[in-house]
């Protein structure tokens, strides 16, 4: 058996050697510039925002702070800061840096809570509150590593040791609350009807720096009680000794679902406290008192339920959530607002904020604007679909966006289109904004806009389908008098109906891509729905320009999106060529956001089974999710809604991807090849590494190994352990950051299910 086995192996590899030759990555790229309103938008392609939460840090050991926007689920977008330009900070995408951190639950916020000026990270975990330590690899780029979860034992009523509770989807505060010089925590308990302080005792008890060890100080900090309205009940007092909740408001109604915003508002030495709440999209503002009235501890004795009246009322819906940063780095922290409500929020003008101009005693917080860093990226709201199409035929393939749509006062979506034209020049890509409104679709009051254009008519003309969030899609006749000219596009259909005069309808999210599948010569109709596979609408039009389009799969080719999944797929299709070898792939876009490339179509068999060639392809999407909390698994199937676009945008010969995402932005990669031989590729047991030696990125692939979690381990030749991966169960391969080690030998060993397997690779530097 060992022989045969041996044999396979060699035989592996030899077939990788001549398969894979030239392996293909698509890696983000932001050189390709966009301009919009008279100026470059230096943010283009970080892929928009919705729930963003801030941090900031220095992500590059330059004595620079950086921005990190962490969303729920979604992951970390790095922005670093390239330097002060018109007294602000000059941000540049860098998605390298965000590979650097743990896959995070519920909220990440950055603090130094260990005195080394690095920040270190906090995030909900499984427990409430999971912190790693900071450092600076050998690249000095920073990294995280897991310290522990925060437990206390000193309430009586606990019965021994308990973790410091944060409620799902709510965001607690982290910051040093008695001013001793410690980070200290506030978060609302399950009820949601009072705050919970969670005392750090480092300084107290003498402990090292690199020491958190807390007690539950108060059941109710601040006095202060929080039911169902905005206005909060002042003056409640808890009963320290026991530490139990007052047996008085045992029956009060009360609600999980705040975002827990501690600051000196007034720069008196004290704390006061904003609250975000999911049932309103206001923030009640409560004084504390602590200073004035010389209380022992912390007591709010007033509060503003409209807050902000100094400068512009905060309104953002729903949920608001507020976050100290130093927007303008002039020694003081700002206050950024944004949505904490899902997707169910503001998605376009959500990020609120307010400049501190406070002096000691005198409290001066000034509006400055409701679109920061929104007003440097492309972000249409909710949830893109991209695609490139000459539209002014003049040689280069232009950029048409549309989207799920803006949130509106009603809190129903309402889509447009928004177009890009393409105004490269050889050695100088770049896109140009030409209006937001392409087409005027915003009278139609469509919710969702995904376009497709091809002849769908069989006039010789390419038309343009439009699909929309219930299912339905629209057709737009091209009127233009010949195919060579700039399209004209006027509505025709306003729900697209089949050949028997039904109304075509997919179930919801239909993404429509028009190609030739049976290979007749005419444009048939392929359409992406909710639930992940893909339906083929034949073309049986005649060359009179009358549509005729017929139903023949629900399922064609049993491609499907996320296929572990059963509802919410959100399949995106997208067929044509993804590098020069000529040949087309299937290309689906998914909820979780990874890319599954298919072929099997390319002979018009309609009737045949597609093959899955990858399950992620080019890795793109699992950046973020090869990192996991110690023993828990997040956000692998998060909803990310891919949907891609690809093409050689500047004549060059090398191909692009523009990628959409459930942010409404887009993000931009290009074609990397990685010339692998069978010297380049090493397969120890079932498992391969490449490129080898490798320098920054490392793709890791395995087969037939199975267990409740695949377990990755990088060690050196002396067996030190030098990176720690987990991943789920169905995942078959991954990449991981190697730019962090120093050049040299190391092992890589895969193990799941009682079984394990080794690689060697190198790292060059």
């Avoid at 698509?26 to 050189?31: E, G, L, P, S, V």
């Avoid at 976050?323 to 998605?347: C, H, Q, R, W, Y």
């Avoid at 059963?566 to 399949?571: C, D, I, L, T």
Wanted: glycine share 12%.
């Amino acid at each position: 058996m060992k022989v045969g086995f041996r044999f396979l192996l060699l035989g592996l590899i030899v077939s990788l050697s001549n398969l894979v030759h030239a392996q293909e990555f698509y890696q983000h790229d932001t050189t390709v510039k966009v301009f919009a309103y008279s100026r470059q938008l230096p943010l283009a392609w970080c892929g928009g925002f919705n729930n963003p939460q801030f941090s900031q840090a220095d992500l590059n050991r330059d004595g620079l702070l950086d921005l990190v926007v962490f969303e729920p689920w979604l992951g970390v977008t790095t922005l670093l800061n390239t330097g002060m330009v018109g007294g602000m900070p000059n941000y540049k995408y860098a998605p390298q840096y965000a590979l650097k951190f743990p896959a995070c639950y519920g909220y990440m916020l950055l603090k130094d809570y260990n005195c080394d000026g690095i920040a270190d990270l906090f995030d909900r975990g499984g427990d409430g509150f999971s912190v790693y330590r900071g450092y600076y690899n050998a690249g000095n780029e920073l990294c995280f590593s897991f310290y522990r979860s925060l437990f206390y034992s000193n309430d009586v009523s606990s019965g021994g040791s308990a973790n410091a509770y944060v409620n799902p989807g709510d965001i607690p505060a982290i910051t040093d609350v008695d001013g001793d010089g410690d980070v200290d925590f506030v978060a609302y308990y399950i009820t949601g009807g009072y705050m919970y302080y969670y005392k750090n005792m480092r300084v107290e008890d003498g402990l090292p720096c690199d020491s958190i060890r807390i007690r539950l100080a108060d059941r109710c900090w601040g006095k202060v009680y929080q039911g169902f309205y905005r206005e909060h009940t002042l003056g409640y007092s808890c009963s320290n000794a026991g530490l139990l909740r007052p047996t008085s408001e045992a029956g009060k109604p009360t609600h999980s679902g705040n975002s827990v915003f501690l600051f000196d508002w007034d720069m008196d030495g004290d704390v006061d406290y904003l609250n975000g709440s999911v049932s309103f999209n206001e923030m009640t503002f409560l004084k504390n008192g602590k200073v004035e009235t010389g209380y022992a501890v912390d007591t709010m004795i007033g509060q503003d339920t409209l807050w902000q009246t100094g400068g512009k009322r905060i309104v953002i819906p729903t949920w608001p959530a507020a976050f100290s940063i130093d927007v303008n780095l002039d020694g003081k922290k700002d206050m950024l607002v944004a949505p904490n409500a899902g997707t169910s929020a503001e998605n376009y003008r959500g990020i609120w904020y307010y400049k501190n101009n406070s002096t000691t005693g005198v409290a001066d917080w000034q509006f400055q604007s409701d679109s920061f860093l929104s007003d440097k990226t492309i972000d249409l709201g909710t949830a893109t679909y991209p695609i490139l199409y000459d539209y002014d035929k003049d040689g280069r393939p232009d950029l048409l966006v549309g989207s799920d749509g803006y949130r509106q006062s009603s809190g129903q979506l309402r889509s447009r289109m928004s177009f890009y034209k393409n105004t490269s020049i050889p050695g100088n890509a770049s896109f140009t904004l030409q209006t937001t409104d392409f087409n005027n679709l915003s009278i139609y009051n469509f919710q969702g806009t995904a376009p497709a254009v091809g002849d769908v008519d069989g006039d010789g003309r390419a038309d343009l389908v439009v699909g929309h969030t219930d299912g339905t899609l629209s057709y737009f006749k091209n009127n233009a008098s010949s195919d060579g000219l700039q399209p004209d596009w006027q509505l025709t259909q306003l729900q697209l109906q089949d050949f028997s005069g039904a109304v075509i309808n997919v179930g919801g999210y239909a993404a429509p891509f028009v190609y030739d599948i049976d290979k007749d010569g005419k444009k048939d109709l392929i359409i992406g729905n909710i639930y992940g596979y893909v339906q083929y609408y034949r073309n049986e039009s005649t060359t009179g320009g009358t549509i005729r389009l017929k139903l023949i799969k629900t399922k064609l080719g049993l491609a499907k999106a996320d296929p572990t999944q059963n509802f919410g797929n959100y399949s995106t299709p997208f067929i044509g060529k993804l590098d020069p070898s000529g040949t087309e792939y299937l290309l689906l876009g998914s909820n979780s956001g990874n890319l599954y490339q298919y072929t099997g179509f390319q002979t018009g068999d309609t009737a045949a089974t597609y093959s899955l060639v990858d399950g992620r392809y080019s890795y793109i999407d699992s950046t973020y999710s090869m990192y996991n909390h110690p023993g828990t698994y997040y956000g692998i199937y998060g909803n990310r809604r891919t949907a891609v676009t690809v093409g050689d945008i500047d004549g060059s010969g090398s191909y692009a991807m523009i990628k959409g995402n459930v942010k409404g932005g887009l993000e931009f990669y290009k074609r990397k090849v990685y010339e692998i031989g069978v010297s380049d590729v090493r397969a120890e047991g079932s498992i391969m590494v490449y490129p080898n030696p490798a320098k920054e990125l490392l793709y890791l692939s395995w087969s037939n190994i199975v267990g409740s979690e695949i377990d990755i381990v990088i060690t050196d030749v002396s067996g030190r352990v030098m990176q720690r991966h987990k991943v789920p169960s169905q995942a078959q391969h991954t990449q991981l950051s190697v730019s962090g080690l120093a050049a040299g030998m190391y092992i890589c060993t895969v193990e799941g299910g009682g079984s394990r397997h080794y690689a060697k690779f190198t790292v060059l530097q």
